[in-house]
T-cell receptor, first 113, second 112 residues
Framework: KAGVTQTPRYLIKTRGQQVTLSCSPI?????VSWYQQTPGQGLQFLFE???????NKGNFPGRFSGRQFSNSRSEMNVSTLELGDSALYLC????????????FGPGTRLTVL | GNSVTQMEGPVTLSEEAFLTINCTYT??????LFWYVQYPGEGLQLLLK?????DKGSNKGFEATYRKETTSFHLEKGSVQVSDSAVYFC???????????FGQGTELSVKP
């Protein structure tokens, strides 16, 4: 079974631009979560989607948004990029909201110049 | 709110040494506890988990026991290998859906 895939793997943007990251969960998984990983703040929860609905949201500004499609694929968008948005963005999939095991993708490395 | 605290790294050990990475947590209710490992340039891999008090999670020679009385979930391995060099994250999942709360991570370096 294929794992979680994230595209693109690497991205370079400039301040003020916007970016869209994509995540395809494991086949059959319906829950997708996003995390931001930085050296200073560590791993922080962004949001969680299940059945195309946002179920949970972390403490990030409104510039960070996401959505989930009917095939469970998810995208996250960051608008008006800031230098501090440079990070590894990780997507995790799980069967549902109750299942304990989450499977992570390799991440998208975003660099904001 | 819920939180996880791990011992700071980096931790440097010789091959075949004993490993302990301390993890304590603060949470309401009965969270599930996890250890994840991250190798350079990769995402996180679930190493082991425990879902209730006194449960012992184990995998690839690593073990951790869910201790509710001390709110701890320390990671141990009897004999580390060079291939165990990675960053280890302790995490908890409470009652907010799938949201994981992570510790700051502990970098382990094993020398031959």
């Amino acid at each position: 079974k294929a794992g979680v895939t994230q595209t693109p793997r690497y991205l370079i943007k400039t301040r003020g631009q916007q970016v869209t990251l994509s995540c395809s969960p494991i086949s059959g998984h319906r829950s997708v979560s996003w995390y931001q990983q930085t050296p200073g703040q560590g791993l922080q929860f962004l949001f969680e989607y299940f059945s195309e609905t946002q179920r949970n949201k972390g403490n990030f500004p409104g510039r960070f948004s996401g959505r989930q499609f009917s095939n469970s694929r998810s995208e996250m968008n960051v608008s008006t990029l800031e230098l501090g948005d440079s990070a590894l963005y990780l997507c995790a999939s799980s069967l549902n909201l109750v299942t304990n095991e989450q499977f992570f993708g390799p991440g998208t490395r975003l660099t904001v110049l | 709110g819920n939180s996880v605290t791990q011992m700071e790294g980096p931790v440097t050990l010789s091959e075949e040494a004993f490993l302990t990475i301390n993890c304590t947590y603060t949470a309401t209710g009965y969270p599930s506890l996890f250890w994840y490992v991250q190798y350079p340039g990769e995402g996180l891999q679930l190493l082991l988990k425990a879902t209730k008090a006194d449960d012992k999670g184990s995998n690839k020679g690593f073990e951790a026991t869910y201790r509710k009385e001390t709110t701890s979930f320390h990671l141990e391995k009897g004999s580390v290998q060079v291939s165990d060099s990675a960053v280890y994250f302790c995490a908890l999942k409470g009652n907010q859906g799938g949201k994981l709360i992570f510790g700051q991570g502990t970098e382990l370096s094993v020398k031959p």
